[in-house]
């Protein structure tokens, strides 16, 4: 009966995550600091695909990335993603498709239907 449970609520917990943003963290940040609807805020970011490829970094040009949560300046994945994030937290968002590109991907850049993994922090919420 244990094992049937398990396995149940591991395939309920993978069935969440095929759609949606999966947040991992690396770091703490302040832990009260967190972006509402509306706020901009301003993150340091690298993107990878499923097999660890690196797409794009504001790291790599140092030039923080900076958009307004909720307004549907970014991927589905980073706005409610990022809004679970305190000022200095660093996390992996793991994005499934129809959080990310979808099924038209980025051509050259992001093949159709991937999942994406971006390594964010949170540096300012204004």
Not at 4 to 28: C, D, H, N, T
Not at 85 to 106: M, N, T
Request: glycine share 12%; hydrophobic share 35%; with cysteine.
């Amino acid at each position: 009966m244990q094992r049937a449970f398990s396995s149940a609520r591991y395939f309920a917990s993978k069935k969440l995550f095929e759609m949606g943003v999966q947040v991992v963290p690396i770091a703490p940040g302040d832990g009260s600091t967190f972006p509402k609807n509306g706020q901009k805020v301003t993150v340091h970011y690298t993107g990878t695909l499923d097999d660890g490829t690196k797409f794009d970094s504001s790291r790599d040009r140092n030039k923080p990335f900076k958009f307004t949560i909720g307004k549907g300046e970014v991927i589905r994945g980073w706005d409610e993603g990022v809004a679970q994030l305190s000022v200095g937290q660093r996390a992996k968002l793991v994005c499934s498709p129809d959080y990310a590109y979808g099924s038209r991907g980025h051509p050259g850049v992001i093949p159709p239907n991937s999942t994406l993994t971006f390594d964010v922090e949170l540096l300012k919420v204004e």
